[in-house]
């Protein structure tokens, strides 16, 4: 059974850093791209980060490319997302997700290519 489990959620400041981490279990995730989508309050969900399979390539949504960072650890079965400079508006609820293929634009970045999903964690951001 595909288990994602996410933490490092909590509440920050403005211009504050944050870590998010994903252990995942129960399957071979380093053939997969993974991925962070969030969630905000009275939002659609939507694509921050994906990663290739093997590391190589990384995606970020445009708001947010320059401050997150994407990476993972095969060996460990673990994805992480370091925010930097966070803002009021990436307060959501975030998720680790798999996706159905390796590597690619469309099945690292679009949310339909995403398989399974954690539970998520709060981020908010204080002004």
């Known amino acids: 059974q595909v288990q994602l489990v996410e933490s490092g959620g909590g509440l920050v400041q403005a211009g504050a850093s944050l870590r998010v981490s994903c252990a995942a279990s129960?399957?071979?995730?380093?053939?997969?791209?993974m991925g962070w989508l969030r969630q905000a309050p009275g939002k659609e969900r939507e694509f921050v980060a994906g990663?290739?399979?093997?590391?190589?390539?990384?995606y970020y949504a445009d708001s947010v490319k320059g401050r997150f960072t994407i990476s993972r650890d095969n060996a460990k079965n673990t994805v992480h997302l370091q925010m930097n400079s966070l803002k009021p508006e990436d307060t959501a609820v975030y998720y680790c997700?798999?996706?159905?293929?390796?590597?690619?634009?469309?099945?690292?970045?679009?949310?339909?290519?995403?398989?399974?999903w954690g539970q998520g964690t709060q981020v908010t951001v204080s002004s």
């Open positions: 997700a798999v996706s159905s293929s390796y590597s690619g634009r469309s099945y690292c970045t679009e949310e339909n290519e995403y398989t399974y």
């Open positions: 990663i290739a399979s093997n590391g190589r390539s990384t």
């Open positions: 129960g399957g071979t995730f380093s053939s997969y791209c």
